[in-house]
Each structure stands twice: as structure tokens, then as C-alpha cells.
């Protein structure tokens, strides 16, 4: 995910949250005796990636179709030994397949096929993750974030033979390959395309049921790949873009790979990475770097994700009985807390608005979302996981206070939010209705199952619901199905949102999705989304946690 | 230079000459013996170059000016401060100015100002040698020899801060950077740009007298920078183009090499190298390239350069006392007298007719340029040449015949080509009158020196005169001036001529260069002119043979 404004909120970020927290600008860190520790541990813990050569398939023709997504599909019209066994001169445009999408390092060789090379030639690679990224011209550029995450690359070749890689790491399915110049007095061929496949996967996940429907069978191997692609040396948000770690990412990845891949060691480095760059005061920063050296986006602080770090990590702890990260990490936890207990009124009420002025409040890709109703619910739960986490660790005298805060944003939840006529939960001054604030309702336990099932089924027929913008805020509404029990609508929900990116002919699930709007782009230009993006990935958790729901 | 022509005659030399020169197609390689021994000599004789850091002097704007050398100028705008200490967002399109022209690689150094790098940048950066290729778009791109001469490079830069060397060596004076992507969450800038400049030099030639003019010194300095350009690891037509080694400017540079940065392994490893390259037939190639590994562009044939090795390899060793290498390459300078008796009609004169069919008969970059008196001229000069080179090596035996030959040529040239009247050689059906023709009949000593001086001075006054069309065929006019004993229009020749140069601000000798017509270029697009040709440089051997000529 990007923060795609420029808003006054986003500048105020940058400037005013530090001081907020630190209560005014203390030179103190608070963390400083753990850093060097955790950014240890997040070193020993960095996987070493697995490398993979593959090689180009066919080679295909790029062709507009209306009922095809985004309107271009990839028809396979030759082999690569058409590429590679005739001049490249004649083949200016060709675009090959690789069959699937693939992060790594692309290789090609080129050699003289008549005459001596005399001059230099020079090749345009792009490479797309879906066949509109490959058709559509990207000059002039009008999307809102940079133009050089497309993954157009030129080459200028000086001798050959030669065997060039392209030093950038590439996400992509298809490759176009054009000749911008060459010499009239030579000919020459491109030969022996590779790539050079990376993941931090290991592990082969079993094979689900043979009850599990065809489709629940693509969505997961759809979803795994999905998953297999981001997994690199972290948690990546997506492998064309951002490709860097975010805490929301990393909470549903680290779900996700609970049940399927099992990489602890790649779960835990993200963890000690984001405590190892959080703020001097110990509030988390959303999103970090790797290179050159570790670092975080300094200033870019997301509410939500704070806490989810705690959700995730109590995840963690029990799946894997890790409890030394646990102990650890504590710390950190704890102090995310503060964040609850700040904007926590005497009603028991999250003073959202305040939150929402001091602070990113995320949750979804969807700018007429009304945040109360969702912080309320995601305090809630987070009070409830980090007292658990305080439990396997030993520590809740250090959290003694927080059980009665939870009951008490429970109780004002209920007694502010819910309408018991509609059966639904509304959020802020205009009583919107949305998915999400369902979702986090019944994800906290606020209402009773019975309760949670009534609301997420009236939602159905709400004609003006707000319904998820991202596949991210699905999963918490799929989560909450499932939660309150409704099984076979979590798996017509599972089905028909992530099946409708599976009929369409996903490789990877997407990071936008909306079924009535395949150009949806939250960027402008809708070839620089993310067509492989973690934190849609997360059928694979369910399907696989809940095999009694989606395998039968 | 580069044979620009597809024309048929250019595809002959490719299928034709070797079946000539062998006999009809036979597998022999006549000077296999020999060949593992040259190109080791040249690997042993290859200079290792010197590398001096460079960095940019000041940021130029370039202005039009219609009075500027191609109607271009670079003024002095600021420091270079400017761009590294402020926001490049803000400086797209900047060109900064290193003074000098250089040849090497091309490093800068990118750092963030403000804000966290969240998303790869990718810039341009172009080169050029002069203003005008800085100037003048690109595409469409008309030219007629590779687009990817052009040195515009794109990078994209993926973390920062980085360090980015671009791969590709260049060649230039000025380079511009323009920005083609960046997020607009944080600012970042470009510092410490340095050239890694490269040569094979490693001697300063002695100063000049001081009652040099300072035309003159300007003169030297500039073929000085010229020929330190192009010696690399063979002495190259041109750093930016076409970066390799032809037999006619190795003459040309050899002979200014003697005169000034002696050299000697460098000369001595581009006359092995071509000796090892040469056909199977033991007749040289033009040209060959040093990688991947040393090779020749097989099948380009062409005939002057064939015979000004020879001359080449006398004046080497002449100069040197080298008589070892003058007696391992003796076999090769007498295998191409061959070209001379097969074409040599019982008349004495060279059949150029058929030479013109069967070679790549060059002289000079001139379509009307008729070749028979350069080539009766040249012929002439090199069997005297290569029987001096005999008579040094004590080899005349093995070239008994050629004394009389060359004999007979020159009688059949004065007959057969010389007017009385006018006193000029004429060449061809049309009895052409050329500077070249006065030229090659004058060095090869078919006419006193008295008619030599009344040839080269009704010259002068010949309305339809072929001039020269490169610098390259201007040497040898010079070289006949000072020949036949015409010292001060030699020098005057030199100050008006390369002294034109000067005067529109060149930094280093142009490949091509029309006084009246500076947008001249053999390839439809004056910008990938190289505007640093090592044949260009002869000024300095004529200044500093002849102090008595031009120091004075």
C-alpha cells in the first residue's frame, strides 16, 4: 500500500505526532537499550532465499478483448525458438511468457547472427504482471506515484556475445522486448532468456482435501503463489510494489503462512525489524526498508497497524510457542497500548476525530469509510489479544488495567454503535453503515454470535452499505463471518470475491479489485497497481484453518 | 569512420575477395604459424591505461546562437554546488560542464534530502561531446548508423543513498540529467559526479619554442587532447565512435604518436593485432575489435589501408630501431605488394577500375572523388616504402621486383596522368582534378619538386578542384605541401584548416569538418559525427617534425 495524498493530515504526520507522543521534543529513546538487539535478531533471522531459474514459455500476441480483464489477454502464438533462433531485428515487440508470475533477476544472451557487431544495439525490456501493463504507453505518465516503478528497462549492449542481467529486481509474468537501434551492418539474435526466481519459501504445503471444490483449490494455489511471490527477505507488500515491509501486510502474511509455508524465522525478523525502527518515543512506524541499511519511513505513523503489531505478534506466540520473541518483544506491545489509552474517553468511547487529525487511520482503501465504528472494534480487540500475549508471557500485572478498559469500550460500543432495530452497527455522526463496521464489531466481541450473524446478514440487504475498497478490508469481513459462525457465507464470500479475480485470470491476487471496475487505481493509472499483492493472499489461511468450512 | 554505403559494391567484399585473393575458396591460412605468436605480442604490448578522477567544473545553460560552432553554445551559469546541494526535483534538464572532453566512466553519487526513499527514481543522462548533441532531439532519429551511438543512458535508481557507476564507457565534454520518475514523498539530490577518465598515455611531450604562435600552440594542444583521447588499448578511430582500431588512422596516429607520447608498445601491439587478424589469405582486414576477444569485421577489405600498413610498419621501425618487430611482421607487409602486382596493368598503371569492383577503395569521405591517381600514388609510395623497409631488415631479396615496378608505375603516372599545360595530375575518364590526386602523386615522388610545387599551387586556383572531404585526406595534402618544399602554405593550410576548428571552439579534431557547412555528417545526423577523430590530430606530428615550419 501507498499513502496516495498529499494532505495537510499527511504533512501534520510528519511533524506533529512525535512531539504528541513524546510530550513535547525529548531527545529520549525509549527502546534504546533493545535496538541494536532486535536488529540483530532481525539479521540472524533473514532467510536465505531460494533461487530458481526458469525460462520463458511461449512466445505470445498481446490481443484487446473486451470480455478479458482490463481488456487484453496474451494469446500463445509461437515458441521461444522462433525468438531465439531468427534475428531480433524482425522481432522488435515480441513478448514472451513465462508462464507464471515470477520476482527476481532476468538474464538474457545476445550474439551476432551475420556479419560483425560493429556498433552498439539497444533493447527496451517491460516487463508486466498482467498483459495490460504491456499494452498500454505509459508516457505521458499520469499516475501519482513514481513513474519509475514500471518496470521499463533499457539496455545498450557494447560487445557481443554477451549474457546481461537487468540489475533490478523484476515482478512480472510477460516480457516485451523492442530494438530501439542497431547497426545496418550486423545481424544478431537474442537467445536463452532467464529468470532467476527468488522467495524465502521452503516448504511444500500439503494438498487440501480432495472434497475442496475446483475453485477453493485454484483460489489457494492462487493465494499460495501470491504469498510464495512476497515472501522474500520480509514480508513484502507486493514484489512490484511497494516490495517493503507494512505491519498490516505482515499481520495477514504471517497468518497466512502459518498454515501454509511455516517460515517462522521470516514472521520474527519482521517483528524485531519494526521494533527495531520504531519511534523514539516506541510507537511503531508503519512501513521499513531493508537497503541500504535498515530504516524506517520515518514519520509515517498508522494507527491501525499499531496495533495489529500486537495482534500479529500474539498470532505468533501461539501458533509457535516462541515465547523468548514473545518476551522480547513485549516492550513494544505494551507500548502500543498507550495509544488506546490516550484516545479512550471517559465514555468509553475512541475519540476518533482526534485520532484521525494526530494520526493516518487506515483500514481500507475507501475514502468515504467512516473510521469510529472500526477503531472502536480494533482498540477493542487489541486490548483483548495483547492481554492474552501478556498471559502466555507472564506479564499481566504489567497490563492490569487493560481487561476493564476493553469491557469498557465494549460495553460504549454497544451502547453507542448498535442499532438493535436494524440489527446493525452504525459509525460516526451520520450512522454509516459499512462492512468494515460490522466486521470489527463482531471481530471484538461486542455483540453475541447471534447478534454478529443478524448484523453482517442485514448488511446484505443495506442498499448503501460501504463496501470494502481493498481485498484488505475483505479479509477482516470474510474473518468476521466465519467468527460469528455464518460458514456458508464466508465461503461464498471467499468464493465470489477472490473467485471473481480467478475467473478473470488472475496468476496472483491483486491489491485493487473492485468487480465492476477492472481499471480501478487508486494511483490514476491503473498498470502501476500491484497485480501480486500479500495482503490479498489471505484464502489460504482460511481455507486451510477452517478446512471443515472450505474443503468440504 | 564507417563504411555508410549498402551498397552492392559493399556486399562483393563480402563474398567476393576472399575467393579472389585465394584462388577460388581453399581452407589454407597462409600465415597460421604465425598467428598465436602475433596476438600473444599483442596481449603482451597492450598499455595499461591511466585513470585520473574528473569532476564536473561548472553548470552551463545551453543557449542558441546562431555565430556558435552548429549554432549552439554552452554559457557559464553556476557552480556545481548548485546541483549538488539543492533538490534535483527542482533541476531536471541541468548540463554540467567538465571542461574538457574526456573518456572514461561516469559515476554521481544520489542521496535523499528529505522524507524516506519510498520508490525508485530513474534519470537520464545524456552526453555529449558538444553542445549541439545536447541539444538537438534525438528521435525520430534519422540517422543511418546506429541510434545507440547516442549516449543517453537511463538509470534506475532503486535505494538511496547509492553510489552509480554507468556501465557503458563514454566520451564527452558535457553531460545532461534530467529527471524521468520520482514519488512525491520525499526529495533527494545528486552529488559528486566524477568521470574515472581513461587513457593509454603516460608521457608529457615536451613543450613547444617559444616563438611558437599562439594559433599554432592551440593547434598542438588540442591534437595533443585529440590523440590522448583515442589511445586506449589500440589507438581508436574515436572514444565515443567507433571506438576500434582501422589501419589508416593507426598510420595517422602513429605518426603523431612518434612525434609526441612515444608510445611505442602501443603501436607496436595494434600492428600485431591486425597481422593475427588478418584473412586467410594473409591480406589485412581494415578493422578489428578487442572484444569479447580480438576479432576482425571479417570481409571488410579495403585496399589504401592494406598498403598503408606497410608504410605504417617502415616509419615504425625506422623511427624505433625495432627491427624484431619489423622482421615478425616482415612476412604480412610483403604479402600485400600481391594487391600492387595484380593490379598493375602492363601500362604501369593500376587498374582501378577493376580495384574499385573488387575493394573498398576509400581516400577520403568524397562520393565524386575520382581514385585513380590516389591509388596509382599510393601504390607507388608503398612499394618504395615497403622496399625501404626491406633494405632495413635486410630483406631486399625478397623483394627483388619491386624497384623496377615501382619504376615502371611512376613513369606511367607522370605519363599517363600529367597535364604539362596545367601542370596538374588529373585522374579518371574525366581528367578530375583533386587535392588528393596533386596530393598522392607529390609524396610519391612521381614529380620534381619543382613540379610538385606548381602542381600544388595551381591548385589554388582551380575552380572545380575536389577538395578534401575529412580531415583525414587533408593530412596528406599538408604532407605533400611540406614534401615538395611549399613550407609556409603548409603552414598556412594547417592554421586555416584545423585553425578553423580552433576558432569555433573545438576541444579535440572533428571526424568530419566543412568550413562551410558545420552541419555536415556521412550519416544523416551531425550528432553522432564523432567530434574527436584521431585523424584529425596530425597537426601535431607536422608542428613538432617540422619546429622549423611551424615554431617559428
Not at 532476468?106 to 556479419?115: A, E, M, V
Not at 515491509?245 to 519494526?274: M, P
Not at 469498557?408 to 453507542?416: G, H, R, T
Request: hydrophobic residues 40%; contains cysteine.
Amino acid at each position: 500500500m501507498v499513502l496516495n495524498l498529499l494532505s495537510p493530515k499527511f504533512i501534520l504526520f510528519f511533524v506533529l505526532l512525535p512531539a504528541v507522543f513524546a510530550g513535547g521534543v525529548k531527545a529520549q529513546d525509549v527502546f534504546q537499550p533493545y535496538r541494536q538487539d532486535w536488529l540483530k535478531k532481525a539479521e540472524d533471522n533473514k532467510p536465505k532465499l531460494t533461487e530458481t531459474e526458469k525460462h520463458p514459455l511461449n512466445i505470445v500476441k498481446l490481443e484487446q478483448d473486451a470480455a478479458a480483464f482490463q481488456g487484453w489477454k496474451a494469446v500463445n502464438t509461437d515458441s521461444v525458438g522462433k525468438l531465439y533462433n531468427n534475428s531480433f531485428k524482425t522481432q522488435s515487440g515480441v513478448v514472451v511468457d513465462f508462464g507464471e508470475h515470477l520476482t527476481g533477476y532476468f538474464t538474457f544472451n545476445i550474439k551476432s547472427l551475420k556479419g560483425t557487431p560493429d556498433a552498439p544495439v539497444r533493447l527496451k525490456f517491460t516487463f508486466g504482471e498482467v498483459p495490460s501493463e504491456l499494452s498500454v504507453p505509459f508516457d505521458p505518465y499520469k499516475g501519482t506515484i513514481s513513474r519509475a516503478w514500471l518496470q521499463d528497462e533499457t539496455v545498450t549492449v557494447t560487445e557481443m556475445p554477451a549474457t546481461i542481467t537487468i540489475p533490478r529486481r523484476l515482478a512480472f509474468r510477460y516480457v516485451k522486448v523492442e530494438l530501439l537501434g542497431a547497426s545496418p551492418y550486423f545481424d544478431f539474435h537474442i537467445t536463452d532468456m532467464q529468470l532467476k526466481a527468488t522467495t524465502a519459501v521452503t516448504f511444500k504445503p500439503p494438498l487440501l482435501a480432495p472434497t475442496t471444490s475446483p475453485l477453493i483449490a485454484d483460489i489457494d494455489r492462487v493465494g499460495l503463489n501470491t504469498l510464495k511471490e512476497c515472501m522474500q527477505t520480509v514480508y513484502e507488500d507486493g514484489p512490484k510494489r511497494d516490495r517493503r515491509l507494512w505491519i498490516g501486510d505482515l499481520y495477514l502474511e504471517s497468518l497466512a503462512n502459518q498454515y501454509s509455508y511455516q517460515k517462522n524465522d521470516l514472521t520474527k525478523r519482521c517483528f524485531y525489524l519494526l521494533a527495531g525502527l520504531s519511534g523514539d518515543d516506541g510507537i511503531l512506524i508503519s512501513n521499513v526498508f531493508e537497503t541500504p541499511e535498515p530504516h524506517a519511513q520515518v514519520g509515517n505513523r498508522l494507527l491501525d497497524y499499531c496495533f495489529l503489531f500486537n495482534v500479529a505478534l500474539k498470532e505468533y506466540v501461539a501458533a509457535t510457542d516462541d515465547k523468548q520473541t514473545g518476551i522480547d518483544l513485549w516492550p513494544v506491545a505494551k507500548k502500543q497500548l498507550d495509544i488506546a489509552r490516550k484516545y479512550a474517553g471517559k465514555d468509553g468511547m475512541m475519540d476518533y476525530i482526534k485520532a484521525g487529525k494526530e494520526w493516518w487511520v487506515f483500514f481500507d482503501w475507501k475514502d468515504d469509510l467512516d473510521k469510529q465504528a472500526c477503531l472502536q472494534g480494533l482498540t477493542i480487540y487489541t486490548l483483548n489479544q495483547t492481554y492474552a500475549l501478556a498471559k502466555i508471557l507472564g506479564k499481566e500485572d504489567e497490563v492490569a488495567d487493560i481487561p476493564a478498559l476493553a469491557r469498557k469500550l465494549k460495553n460504549a460500543a454497544y451502547k453507542n454503535l448498535y442499532n438493535p432495530k436494524s440489527g446493525l452497527f452504525v459509525s460516526g455522526i451520520n450512522k454509516q453503515v459499512s462492512y468494515g463496521a460490522q466486521a470489527w464489531m463482531v471481530l471484538s466481541g461486542v455483540v453475541s454470535k447471534t447478534e454478529g450473524q443478524a448484523a453482517l446478514k442485514a448488511l446484505v440487504s443495506t442498499k448503501d452499505a460501504v463496501r470494502p475498497g481493498a481485498p484488505y478490508m475483505f479479509h477482516y469481513y470474510v474473518a468476521a463471518l466465519i467468527e460469528s459462525g455464518l460458514k456458508a457465507e464466508a465461503k461464498e464470500a471467499v468464493e465470489t470475491y477472490w473467485g471473481g479475480m480467478i475467473k478473470k485470470g488472475a496468476d496472483t491476487f491483486w491489491e485493487v479489485y473492485d468487480p465492476k471496475d477492472e481499471l480501478k487505481s487508486p494511483y490514476n493509472f491503473y498498470p502501476v497497481n500491484s497485480y501480486c499483492h500479500a495482503w490479498s493472499c489471505t484464502p489460504v489461511y482460511f481455507i486451510r484453518k477452517y478446512p471443515e468450512i472450505f474443503q468440504r
